[in-house]
């Protein structure tokens, strides 16, 4: 079975979903910031993932929280508000910039958010935030093959650590985060420390060609749209789009 043409793809099925890969320097170069998703999530449960979630139509960039956002594709520009909030709902941590948030109310905004109390514009405007749309570079979008039980169009973000930020796990659907080079989260994943999804071993792969987030968020890669091919008994992706890591047996994918 293969994928279909990347120029007039499937969508039938997909749910529109929004990633985020928050970077930071640390002392051995390029680290990024992982979850761990509860093992009762009905989507990767238990497997390392970057922060993010299905993107919801409330998250829409209207008023003036947003700067950017009005020359944007409408689905582009809906899905960096997703994934700001996913960051901030997962993770504790804001892409958006204004005076430091006091960690009472921090703890207080998150599970309002998470439970879609307060609409993401709200929040903003409740801490005096603006979310910028330069503040989350396209990465890739990635879209499973038809046929499968769960299909989830996600697009995936950069998005440099602000400074006086720090994360700190939901506990519900995030149950831990750390920060990680790409290099030693692929390690941990060969040796069965840890479980990774197919597309997260592939941008873990890209991920750990650059040194540090300056050099990430400076790569003039186009963002692909990814639409992995079921070849026979592998996974495939194609080469030349600056994925070092491109196939896998189908046998070994993860699959929910």
């Given at each position: 079975m ?37 093992k ?68 207080q ?6 439970r879609?109390e ?97 050099s ?41």
């Amino acid at each position: 079975m293969n994928s279909p043409d990347p120029q007039s793809p499937d969508l039938a099925g997909a749910v529109p979903a929004s990633t985020v890969v928050i970077a930071r320097d640390g002392a051995a170069g390029l680290e990024i910031l992982v979850i761990e998703r509860a093992k009762g999530m009905g989507f990767a449960g238990g497997a390392i993932a970057f922060p993010g979630g299905k993107v919801d139509e409330g998250d829409a960039p209207a008023g003036p929280a947003f700067e950017g956002f009005a020359g944007l594709d409408p689905d582009d520009a809906l899905a960096r508000v997703t994934a700001a909030r996913e960051a901030f709902e997962e993770t504790g941590i804001l892409l958006s910039r204004g005076a430091p948030l006091d960690d009472g109310l921090r703890d207080q905004l998150r599970p309002m958010s998470d439970r879609h109390e307060i609409a993401f514009a709200d929040l903003l405007a409740r801490i005096g935030h603006r979310l910028s749309a330069d503040v989350l570079t396209p990465f890739a979008r990635w879209l499973p093959p038809p046929g499968l039980h769960k299909r989830f169009d996600t697009r995936f973000y950069l998005a440099a650590l602000p400074d006086g930020e720090v994360h700190l796990a939901d506990g519900t659907e995030a149950v831990h985060a750390r920060w990680a080079r790409p290099a030693a989260l692929l390690e941990e994943a060969d040796a069965g420390a840890i479980s990774i999804l197919f597309p997260t071993r592939c941008n873990l792969a890209r991920l750990a060609q650059f040194a540090d987030t300056g050099s990430l968020l400076a790569d003039p890669t186009p963002p692909p749209f990814i639409q992995p091919r079921i070849d026979g008994e592998w996974l495939t992706i194609p080469e030349g789009i600056g994925y070092p890591y491109t196939a896998e047996r189908w046998e070994s994918v993860r699959r929910s």
